[in-house]
């Protein structure tokens, strides 16, 4: 199983500020996955990233597969930012018959006015 | 395109009782999981489906059985409730596996057991 840990636990900022959030996993992987829970309680998937670095407009992720480590940056802050950002491991080898993500706890995001 | 879709949204059962929570997803996706998510813990899964007509324990699967009769759809039932089963429920769709396929969740399902 693969454990993944995520840090700041909890993070506040104030807005425009630029945001970094970390995780780390025990299994090498294929991808890691980031996901945003609203504060409604909706999740959505925001990235899955296999090396190198994706953008999607004020957000980037990187991953470093050699490190077992992966971040979540978020340009330009805004309240409308705040959520929890969540990131998951999938099993190392899918074809050995274990499926699904592991999830860590999240960072509890909040971006002030 | 309605997406993930889960039945019922709340519910509130006493100990002993069952009941049976409803994933329906209409992406004519293969895999699809069920997970809980419980205060101070990361989403953790249940039971997942491989394809219509198979299913396989995840990581908390005991109190739970799950059924995929159909393509779009993963039951997920409670035969005999516990207070340790409150919890928000979600279902989550995928193309193929999750190693390499993004994952589509439903809004959850807050169930508490008295």
């Known amino acids: 199983k693969n454990e993944v840990e995520q840090s700041p636990q909890n993070l506040t900022a104030q807005e425009g500020e630029f945001i970094t959030i970390n995780c780390s996993y025990s299994?090498?992987?294929?991808?890691l996955h980031w996901l945003q829970q609203h504060p409604g309680g909706g999740i959505v998937s925001l990235f899955m990233?296999?090396?190198g670095k994706k953008k999607h407009g004020r957000l980037i992720a990187t991953i470093n597969i050699q490190e077992k480590h992966s971040s979540l940056h978020i340009t330009a802050s805004h309240p409308r930012d705040s959520a929890v950002y969540i990131c998951?491991?999938?099993?190392?080898?899918?074809?050995?018959?274990?499926?699904?993500?592991?999830f860590g706890k999240g960072t509890h995001l909040i971006i002030q006015p | 395109n309605a997406g993930v879709t889960q039945t019922p949204k709340f519910r509130v059962l006493k100990t002993g009782q069952s009941m049976t929570l409803l994933c329906a997803q209409d992406m004519n996706h293969e895999y699809m999981y069920w997970y809980r998510q419980d205060p101070g813990m990361g989403l953790r899964l249940i039971h997942y489906s491989v394809g219509e007509g198979t299913t396989a324990k995840g990581e908390v699967p005991d109190g739970y059985n799950v059924s995929r009769l159909k393509k779009q759809n993963f039951l997920l039932g409670l035969e005999s409730a516990a207070p340790s089963q409150t919890s928000v429920y979600f279902c989550?769709?995928?193309?193929?596996?999750?190693?390499?396929?993004?994952?589509?969740f439903g809004p959850g399902t807050r169930l508490t057991v008295l």
């Open positions: 990233l296999s090396s």
């Open positions: 299994v090498g992987i294929s991808a």
């Open positions: 998951a491991a999938p099993p190392l080898y899918s074809g050995g018959g274990a499926d699904g993500l592991t």
């Open positions: 989550a769709s995928s193309y193929r596996s999750a190693e390499y396929n993004e994952q589509f």
